[in-house]
Structure formats: structure tokens, C-alpha cells
Nanobody, 119 residues
Framework: VQLVESGGGLVQPGGSLRLSCAASGFTFSSYFMSWHRQAPGKERELVAAISRAGGSGYNTEYADSVKGRFTISRDNAKNTMYLQMNSLKPEDTAMYYC??????????WGQGTQVTVSS
């Protein structure tokens, strides 16, 4: 099982980044997927989550701090999840992690990608 995040980097306030999480070794389409972040000295927090596909499409949820600025999506054909981040703020600076969750016995984390928002 492997989750590999990419797309992080240094960006100025107001800028955009698109994170990717490439999955392998498990049935990606069966898992709930989410993005989390952890800033230095702070606890890891949920940023956004996306459900498995259902009859009416995907359900998504966002932390209040990113609503209207971030968009989570997934491409089951490519086994990849994305996080489009717009209007970035310095407080968005953190290590961003993706997580795959099926149940308590089957959940996986990636190694993270650093996002730094600074002028």
C-alpha cells in the first residue's frame, strides 16, 4: 500500500497550488479519502474529505477555514485524489497529508508534502 503526495511548494499569499495523492496497492475506489495538515507545534487537522462514489456522486466536506477556497476531488480511474487550493494564506502553511480510510483496520497515510505560503 502506498500513498504519495505531490504538488506542494512555496507560494505567495493569494496564490494557488494543486496537491495530488497517488494511491496504489489497494482498491482506491472503495476508500473514503481525505486531506489533513499539520503546522509546527499544532495538532494534525482535517482539511477536506471525499466519499466513495455513490448513486448521486461524491459527498465532500471541508474545514471552515478552507471553505470556498479549497476543492477536493478524486479520479478513480487514475487512483488519484486532488486538492485545489486557491487564495492561499500564510496560515495555510503546513505539511499536508492524504489519508485513505475503509475501516479501523484498513486506513493508510501518505508521507506528506510541504506547503509554505509566504511573501
Amino acid at each position: 500500500v502506498q500513498l504519495v503526495e505531490s504538488g506542494g511548494g512555496l507560494v505567495q499569499p493569494g496564490g494557488s497550488l494543486r496537491l495530488s495523492c497517488a494511491a496504489s496497492g489497494f482498491t482506491f475506489s472503495s476508500y473514503f479519502m481525505s486531506w489533513h495538515r499539520q503546522a509546527p507545534g499544532k495538532e494534525r487537522e482535517l482539511v477536506a474529505a471525499i466519499s466513495r462514489a455513490g448513486g448521486s456522486g461524491y459527498n465532500t466536506e471541508y474545514a471552515d477555514s478552507v471553505k470556498g477556497r479549497f476543492t477536493i476531488s478524486r479520479d478513480n480511474a487514475k487512483n488519484t485524489m486532488y486538492l485545489q487550493m486557491n487564495s492561499l494564506k500564510p496560515e495555510d502553511t503546513a505539511m499536508y497529508y492524504c489519508k485513505a480510510y475503509l475501516n479501523a483496520m484498513a486506513n493508510y497515510w501518505g508521507q506528506g508534502t510541504q506547503v509554505t505560503v509566504s511573501s
